[in-house]
């Protein structure tokens, strides 16, 4: 863990200088390079100091870097075709899967089916079909409608003009590919 590195890049960024830092935390240059050098561990009560004079939060200093912020630019998004579906993929983190499915007039995302996890959905253009055990609804955009997705469920075009919905999916559990 780089926690020193992390914490004299926010540093520089807001252009303190350690003698600054030294001056407000009590904490000594030496002692603060040592730690912006990961040359020394120092305890959580010294970091939640450090943290409250950058007015970062404590937790980010923590931060393993595969664990900060991604952002997936739109021309390095992922398009796939699934059953006549298409769809582009925005973004993915941890068991969090987030994409926008366009479904042709008629078209469907496949029979009834479940896997592990939550869905919620978000209709941004046309007319669905959404079913899920007993329950039926007719969604339009603006509409929205989720569900635990061990339950067996099926969305369907039912209008003449193509459907875009967004779509969320969320497992603790490796995503099986469900789209």
Request: no cysteine; net charge negative.
């Amino acid at each position: 863990m780089e926690i020193g590195s992390k914490i004299r890049a926010i540093r520089n960024r807001k252009r303190i200088t350690i003698a600054q830092m030294s001056e407000s935390t009590g904490l000594s240059k030496g002692f603060i390079s040592n730690v912006e050098n990961n040359n020394t561990s120092p305890s959580i009560a010294t970091l939640q100091t450090i943290a409250a004079f950058l007015k970062v939060p404590l937790p980010y200093l923590l931060l393993e870097k595969n664990d900060h912020m991604r952002v997936v630019r739109q021309s390095e998004r992922r398009h796939s075709e699934y059953r006549g579906l298409t769809i582009e993929h925005l973004a993915s983190k941890g068991g969090l899967r987030t994409m926008i499915v366009e479904i042709p007039p008629g078209g469907s995302i496949g029979e009834p089916h479940s896997h592990e996890g939550e869905e919620s959905h978000f209709v941004l253009e046309g007319k669905l079909l959404a079913e899920q055990g007993e329950d039926s609804f007719i969604v339009e955009p603006g509409d929205s409608f989720s569900w635990n997705a061990s339950v067996p469920h099926f969305v369907q075009n039912v209008g003449d003009e193509k459907a875009v919905v967004y779509i969320a999916i969320y497992t603790d559990t490796e995503l099986i590919d469900v789209l």
